[in-house]
């Protein structure tokens, strides 16, 4: 069949994948552990759904600007002045489907074919994806000493004459790390003294652990004039836990923000006004729902390390906040698809492949879920894995046979 180029290029998203599989298994009646999720379990804000309910019964459900209606960008003006310290305009601010459309038009709004965008690897799986469907090439960064903290050196090395953007996502998924000051310091003069774009990916800004704060890129730009290449994503999808409102935005120079909104207006003319009006709820109404998430997963983060700490052949570094921690398991197996598709077949555990994010050899292992869905999933992991576990596992009344060695 005759396919364009980008359709034939463009991979479907490793993660949205897993959910679909997660959904079939379960709904056959498998008992299935999903390690695999992008999300948090908690219930949407209150105030969220009183305002997306408010509007849906007015039955007048219309067209709305393209780059999101009044009430949402002052919403996000005030939250850039709250956790940014900065003042911005309605023009240097729009509301996108999601962070990942704001984070694709902005692309689109940047790169022209054959240009690169850099990002640090482990990366988020839709980043390289994402630079396809603009014809450009997405270049991940490895830092030289094997961690997830790049230095700028590294990124340094990997620009080119075709550079025209990076890409920061801190604290990072799938690692959970988050980068120092001393590297956002370096990454933002580097950036305005190479005339690059930089585009903070903040999607996780808040969920922080051990006290970490987040960090304002903001405080290292020697430029906050209307020429700034400074591009800050966020949403609302992880922090208040509204993954299924897709409500995301960017706040940028005037210019680029107004071709993003161009873009966007062709695309999809902006997001459905509901679910604006539930994300205005959201962001201006009671914020304890992101305080006792982020104390769940801190907890939830500090179990699964415990756990993984009972394997002999896995290597994690602690993450600093998101919900995920990215593990070494190349002792046990080097393919980490391999890896994933054995843990699916045998102990109906679902984890994402570390080479989806970049780093062969690791798995992603998500702790959005319970304690009890972590605790279980690891230990099933562990016995499928461990060559001195017992002949048998019990599921329920459903017993596992290690059949492998
Ligand atoms: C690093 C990163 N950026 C952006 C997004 C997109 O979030 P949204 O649901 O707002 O589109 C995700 C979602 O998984 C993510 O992990």
Redesign the pocket.
């Known amino acids: 069949m005759s396919l364009s180029h980008i359709a034939k290029t463009i991979s479907a998203s490793p ?1 949205l994948k897993l959910n679909e599989k997660a959904a079939i298994l379960r709904e056959k009646g498998d008992p299935v552990i999903h390690l695999g999720g ?2 948090p379990k908690s219930k949407v804000p209150m105030d969220a759904i009183i305002a997306i309910a408010a509007h849906l019964n007015t039955a007048e459900i219309r067209y709305a600007p393209a780059d999101g209606i009044p009430a949402l960008k002052k919403a996000i003006i005030r939250y850039t002045e709250e956790f940014y310290n900065r003042k911005v305009n309605v023009e240097n601010v729009i509301a ?8 694709m038009v902005a692309l689109q709004a940047i790169l022209n074919p054959q240009e690169e965008v850099l990002y640090p690897a482990p990366y ?4 390289p994806e994402m630079a396809k469907l603009c014809g450009a090439i997405g270049v991940p960064v490895y830092a030289e000493d094997g961690t997830f903290y790049p230095r700028i050196k590294d990124i340094e090395m990997k620009v080119g004459p075709y550079t025209r953007a990076v890409i920061i ?1 801190s604290p ?3 690692s959970g790390a988050m980068y120092s000051e001393e590297f956002y310091s370096d990454i933002v003069d580097f950036c305005e003294r190479r005339e690059l774009w930089l585009i903070m ?1 903040d ?2 800004h808040r969920l922080l652990f051990d006290g970490k704060k987040p960090i304002n890129c903001y405080n290292y730009a020697k430029d906050l004039t209307e020429n700034s290449k400074l591009i800050v ?1 966020n ?4 922090q208040y836990a509204m ?1 299924g409102f ?3 935005w960017a706040v940028g120079n005037k210019k680029v923000i107004e071709a993003m909104a161009n873009i966007q207006g062709h695309q999809t003319s902006g997001p459905s006004v509901l679910l604006q009006k539930a994300a205005v709820g959201a962001l201006n109404g009671i914020q304890s729902s992101v305080e006792s998430l982020r104390m769940t997963l801190e907890n939830n983060r500090n179990v699964m390390m415990d756990l993984l700490k009972s394997f002999d052949g896995v290597n994690v570094t602690k993450p600093d906040g ?1 919900f995920y921690c990215f593990a070494d398991f190349s002792n046990y197996e080097k393919k980490s698809n391999k890896l994933s598709e054995f843990l699916i077949d045998k102990v109906m555990v679902l984890t994402v492949p570390g080479g989806e994010f970049g780093l062969e050899g690791y798995l992603r292992l998500s702790y959005c879920g319970t304690i009890k869905e972590i605790q279980e999933g690891i230990e099933r992991m562990k016995w499928a894995l461990d060559p001195n576990s017992p002949n048998e596992l019990y599921i329920g009344d459903r017993k596992l046979v290690r059949d492998w060695s």
């Not at 996108?96 to 984070?103: D, F, L, P, T």
């Not at 988020?124 to 980043?127: E, T």
């Not at 949403?235 to 992880?238: D, T």
């Open positions: 993660t992008g999300e996108s489907g999601g962070a990942k459309q704001a984070i988020w799986v839709s980043y996502n990072n998924n799938p990916d999607i996780y994503i949403g609302v999808s992880k993954t897709r409500i995301g998101t």
